[in-house]
């Protein structure tokens, strides 16, 4: 029992001092702010396309997301020769039955909505983290249901940005947005003055 | 007040930008991505000049 509460006692573990000044100092800000730009113009182009272009996602004559529709369907196939688009099982069946359940109409919505919006989110540095990792949790979506192009990068760059969220905005919206709202473990000035007028009253 | 109006306007700067992307996007988008990506960067850095000047006068200011 001992050797379990020696093992687990508390301890903080620091980050190295390399991986400090890489994620959490100002100093790099630029840097993320490129990566920033480049992740948020590639989701605002790919959402576009879904949202205004002709062959669009959304509010179309008839019924919306048949699109999306012909894309599951093409990522759930078994071809006869070859390998299949997926890989993992239990996600060719999560797709059938979002398929199957007709779900593409408002999944469409969704998808061309949220990668508008977490681009215009990484471009103006609006909660940066958080809108870099619903941009790595689609490209990684993307990338279960087989569809490649540029989503490794994507992936891999949107999951550096979330690592560095509290840099990653500091050129952008977040120089104010964090330390006004803060963290749930560390709330900011609105926020901790909203509490303090709650307890007062 | 006068604090708060600087700070609405920073914002507002900033949603021009969101704005400008947009419409970059809508316009050059597909054709040219450096194009794209250069007026979208300049855009920012611009705004983020006149952000740093409300950084100053409103929250640096005793």
Redesign the interface.
Known sequence: MALFERAFQKRELRDPGLFRAIFSNTWLAPLWLLARLYLGYQWLLAGSHKVWGENRWIAVPGPDGLALKGFWERAIAIPEQGRPPISFDWYREFLTFMLNHGWYGWFSWVIALGEVTVGIALIVGAFAGIAALAGAFMSFNFLMAGSASINPVMFVLALLVAFGWKTAGWIGLDRWLLPALGTPWQPGAVVSGLLKRRVAN | MGRIVL?LM??AA??A??LA??FI??NI??KN?IL??LP??AV?VAV?AV?ELV?ERV?NRD
């Open positions: 700070l920073g914002v900033w949603a930008v969101a992307a947009v996007t809508f988008g597909g991505q794209m990506f979208i960067l920012v983020w952000g950084t929250f």
